[in-house]
């Protein structure tokens, strides 16, 4: 039911909506508000939407009126409830918890908005002069923003229209954090700190986004004090570096700095406590190196078969540099055959940015279909990969395969 549906869902979906929809993320959404904000004359007002446990309290009602699909198989599936420790827990509203629809169902009852507010506040002549209301819906999932000329307008027309649409749907708006900002003062959206300084618009990462990542690294450092420093490398860098790629379209550097300064500390004091008898230059020594004439590099040293000095080195957020973004077409769907051209060259940018520098692995990817040989399914710069390498007739061949797949052949041999 769900192939059958998620097509219609693309179609008739709001053009600025991105959360669980194909070919979307959340970069196109940050984008948008770019697009929006950063202008001359644009908006200074944001209305930022809350919905009070959406997935939880969508109307059964409206779905079973409203979602073009049968309504026995709906209405049967809403009520299925879930199973918990052997205990079944009915649902009366909103949609299952883990549903692999229930996204797609929520996505659709959230469409509409858009249209909505773009007939009422579209721009109007008035005495040969243009009046514009400068209304913008930015949605992400349950998440989104409105923007509007000034706060009144928001306060007044823009969030009582939202009322509405939402209670026609069993929803409610979060009074406590549903807030209106000036640009000015910046707001919060998808990890993202979106704020203005004098004409320019800046994306970076919000305080609470940072405050999670030094938590989840000092987790880490502090909850493996007496592993190996190459096991500690190998635990922090899938961390630091998903982190940084997703950040990397924002204006990041100062937040990047300050991180990589967190790490070095952390790891300062995981070494001068594994070694507490030891001079500090002692244990500087033997953990920090200069690599390719950068000093302090937190790396394991090890030698190769061969006998070659080698290094694993813990990466840096500051290594990790902006990267420019290019949002997807409002009305580009994925399901439409005269798109197709254009997500295919979307896709091979993306991986062409994620591959730069590398052209056998990119020689890889080409030569074997942009699959995975072990899966079958594609790979895109969306989930990490790795290079599998395999004895086939005495001679080595590598394989440009998913980092889980990689995992898991890596576990059955």
Known sequence: YLMALEPIAETTGDRFSYGFRKKRRTMDAIRQIDTVLNRQHSP???????????FDHISHGWLIENIPMDKTILRKWLKCGAVFNGKLFPTEEG?????IISPTLANMALDGLQPLLAERFKRRFINYKTFHYKVNLIRYADDFIITGRDKELLENEVKPMVIEFLKERGLTL?????????????FDFLGFNVRKFGKRLYTSPSKDAQKRFRAKISDIVKGHKMCKQESL???????????????????????????????????????????????????????????????????????????????????????IHYTPYKQVKGEANPFDPEYD???FQRKEQQMLESLKGRK??????????RTCPLCGKEIDCTKAW???????????????????????NKRNC
């Not at 200074?44 to 959406?54: A, F, P, Y």
């Not at 979060?174 to 910046?186: A, F, L, P, Q, R």
């Open 360 to 369: 056998s692995l990119l020689y890889l990817w080409n030569k074997q279909k």
């Open 386 to 408: 790795n290079v599998n390498e395999i004895s086939v007739g005495g001679s080595i061949v590598r394989q440009l395969v998913h980092n889980n797949c990689h995992k898991r």
């Open 174 to 186: 979060s009074e406590e954090k549903t807030t209106i900002t000036n640009i000015y003062d910046g």
């Open 341 to 343: 051209d254009y997500f």
């Open 44 to 54: 200074e007002w944001i209305l930022e939407g809350d919905i009070k446990g959406c």
């Open 95 to 99: 949609t299952p918890q883990g549903g």
């Open 233 to 319: 490398i190998r635990m922090l860098n899938p961390v630091i570096t998903g982190w940084g790629n997703y950040y990397r379209y924002g204006a990041s550097t100062n937040a990047f700095h300050g991180c990589d300064n967190h790490i070095y500390n952390l790891t300062k004091k995981w070494a001068l406590r594994r070694h507490p008898k030891k001079r500090k230059s002692w244990v500087a020594d033997k953990y920090w190196h200069e690599i390719r004439g950068r000093k302090w590099t937190f790396a394991w040293k090890y030698e190769t078969k061969s006998k070659k000095v080698n290094y694993l080195t813990l990466k840096r957020l500051s290594d």
